[in-house]
Nanobody
């Protein structure tokens, strides 16, 4: 069973960068595919990015492609989301989620484990 803890959120200006971290417990972290989701006030949760177990494969929502980069360090039991050129529309609570699967899914219902979230606020 994986326990996930996000960190790195904060308040920034448009155009700034942030790096989110997702720290996982357990010795089998490398067997989990990990994704990032976000939820803005009054909006549904949306998929942001995902990374395969070996980091060989990644996927991104169109809204963040070219600005966000997902990576992982299995030795450190961690996944990261580097967010550049942030926009006010990126304001949301960001969650990492994990599932024991090979294929990335953009549906939150496919993920078994979730962190508590970290707030990202981007002002114009």
């Amino acid at each position: 069973q994986a326990q996930l803890v996000e960190s790195g959120g904060g308040s920034v200006q448009a155009g700034d960068s942030l790096r989110l971290s997702c720290a996982a417990s357990g010795r089998t972290f490398s067997t989990y595919l990990v994704a990032w989701f976000r939820q803005a006030p009054g909006k549904e949760r949306e998929f942001v990015a995902c990374i395969s177990r070996s980091a060989a494969g990644t996927g991104y929502a169109d809204s963040v492609k070219g600005r966000f980069t997902v990576s992982r360090d299995n030795a450190q039991n961690a996944v990261y989301l580097q967010m550049n050129s942030l926009k006010p529309d990126d304001t949301a609570v960001y969650y990492c989620a994990a599932r024991r699967a090979v294929v990335c899914s953009s549906s939150g219902y496919a993920y078994e484990y979730w962190g508590q979230g970290t707030q990202v606020t981007v002002s114009s």
